[in-house]
């Protein structure tokens, strides 16, 4: 029997359902195509920040102002707009540079929290070349006086704001920190979300007692890690009309398996290609197979959502019936 393993995810044929998400093996274009001689179905570029943007456009907003009051011919001072490389437009570059030595598909990562000027990035990657565009709301609130409806709106605003821009697929990836998530799960899709990223990671600082000052500190995902999105997708499966992407805490083919059993179109991956190289994901592609045949599976797409909050055979176990076994069958003994 061969057992297909395609899958469709923000309406784009995948060969599999293994994706790298955002990570430095990603950044440029060679890292992409080694993505792809691995086995890769498609990969997410790292995320081009909103604060780039701004402080990108500021500076060359202060660099055509200097000099503009000294002398009519002060116009000379003006760098020509195809030598004036930024940050930004290395970023577009690069995606240029991939679509031109990869199949696979090539997302772009869009990552801000504000309305304003940056989203017009949007559009730009799109011409650029990207096959679909992730938008990475990373938002922390810190202001007591906003509540939890304005921060979702925000949400939603911003996802109808960049997709206004787009003809291309939009994912959105969000963190999993709302009372509501089901209902804000289908307003992002409502405002223009062809998929949903579960979930971004919030990084949270350390602190450094010798320099008394909070720090930055990033650390690869673990397994245990995978719960959280599983759940979700489950949930959310049969209640979204959107592509559904588990990232954070794949990293082995029981990870992958359980995920699309959930309901998931794809799996994201970039601690374990970190971790053990980008050759790793043949090994998980052929496990895949085989568990899938072992199993009498003939495709990835007969095999998603069937454990989905609708079909498993215990549909209160992803709500209470779960914590409330764990805690009373917990017990000290022998400790």
Avoid at 35 to 51: H, I, K, N, Y
Avoid at 60 to 65: C, G, P, T, V
Wanted: hydrophobic share 45%; aromatic share 8%.
């Amino acid at each position: 029997m061969s057992v297909d393993l395609s899958t469709t995810y923000l309406g784009l044929k995948l060969k599999n359902p293994l994706v790298a998400a955002a990570s430095p093996l990603s950044q440029k274009a060679d890292g992409i195509k080694r993505l792809e001689d691995a086995g890769l179905a498609a990969a997410v570029m790292p995320s081009l920040f909103e604060e780039q943007i701004v402080h990108e456009d500021t500076a060359l907003s202060d660099l055509q102002d200097f000099g503009t009051e000294s002398y009519a011919e002060a116009l000379s001072f003006f760098p020509e707009p195809q030598e004036y490389r930024t940050g930004p437009q290395a970023y577009l570059d690069t995606i240029e540079q991939a679509k031109k030595r990869v199949a696979i598909p090539v997302i772009a990562s869009l990552n801000g929290t504000e309305m304003g000027s940056w989203t017009r990035y949007a559009k730009l990657m799109q011409e650029a070349g990207a096959d679909a565009l992730e938008l990475n709301i990373y938002f922390v609130a810190t202001d007591a006086d906003m509540t939890s409806s304005d921060i979702e709106q925000r949400y939603v605003d911003l996802t109808a704001a960049v997709k206004e821009t787009l003809s291309i697929p939009l994912a959105v990836k969000i963190g999993p920190f709302f009372s509501g998530f089901p209902n804000l799960a289908g307003r992002l899709v409502e405002a223009g979300a062809d998929g949903l990223v579960l979930f971004n990671r919030y990084l949270d600082p350390d602190m450094d007692l010798e320099a008394l000052q909070f720090k930055p500190t990033l650390l690869l995902s673990t397994r245990d890690e995978l719960r959280l999105p599983m759940r979700w997708i489950a949930i959310l499966r049969d209640q979204v009309s959107a592509s559904l992407a588990a990232t954070s805490g794949v990293h082995y083919t029981e990870d992958v398996i359980k995920v699309l059993l959930a309901g998931a179109d794809i799996t994201m991956m970039a601690s374990a290609l970190l971790q053990r190289g980008v050759g790793y994901a043949g090994q998980l592609l052929e496990e895949l197979v085989n568990w899938l045949e072992e199993n009498e599976y003939e495709s990835v797409e007969q095999l998603k959502g069937s454990m989905s909050r609708v079909r498993c055979p215990d549909p209160s176990a992803l709500e209470r019936a779960n914590y409330t076994k764990a805690l009373v069958s917990y017990t000290t003994e022998g400790v």
